[in-house]
């Protein structure tokens, strides 16, 4: 099983820009399909962004379109989420997800992912 361990969440301001890291261990990085979700409070875990196995394809939320960008590098067994035009609404703790995976797919529902990292907060001030 791979542990995941995010970081670089933090207080910014709204229209501001955010790079969240998630660094993996434990397991064979590039056989997992990978995602970001995140929550606010008193709502339901949602999905952010993911990444196909190899990096070669991704999916967004339509709220999150054009705005951020998930990447991941396999060699340094790492995954990132760059934020721009940050909103209060994106004001969340983000989560990173595995999914170990035969397939180069992608995959957005929080039943699809069997590793969570902590979680890291984020929280954008109008």
């Known amino acids: 099983q791979v542990q995941l361990v995010e970081s670089g969440g933090t207080l910014v301001q709204a229209g501001g820009s955010l790079r969240l890291s998630c660094a993996a261990s434990?397991?064979?990085?590039?056989?997992?399909?990978l995602g970001w979700f995140r929550q606010a409070p008193g709502k339901e875990r949602e999905f952010v962004a993911a990444?196909?196995?190899?990096?070669?394809?991704?999916n967004y939320a339509d709220s999150v379109k054009g705005r951020f960008t998930i990447s991941r590098d396999n060699a340094k067994n790492t995954l990132d989420l760059q934020m721009n035009s940050l909103k209060p609404e994106d004001t969340a703790v983000y989560y990173c997800?595995?999914?170990?995976?035969?397939?180069?797919?992608?995959?957005?529902?929080?039943?699809?992912?069997?590793?969570w990292g902590q979680g890291t907060q984020v929280t954008v001030s109008s």
């Open positions: 990444i196909t196995r190899g990096g070669g394809s991704t």
């Open positions: 997800a595995a999914r170990n995976t035969p397939y180069s797919r992608v995959y957005v529902f929080t039943t699809d992912y069997n590793n």
């Open positions: 434990g397991g064979t990085f590039s056989s997992y399909a």
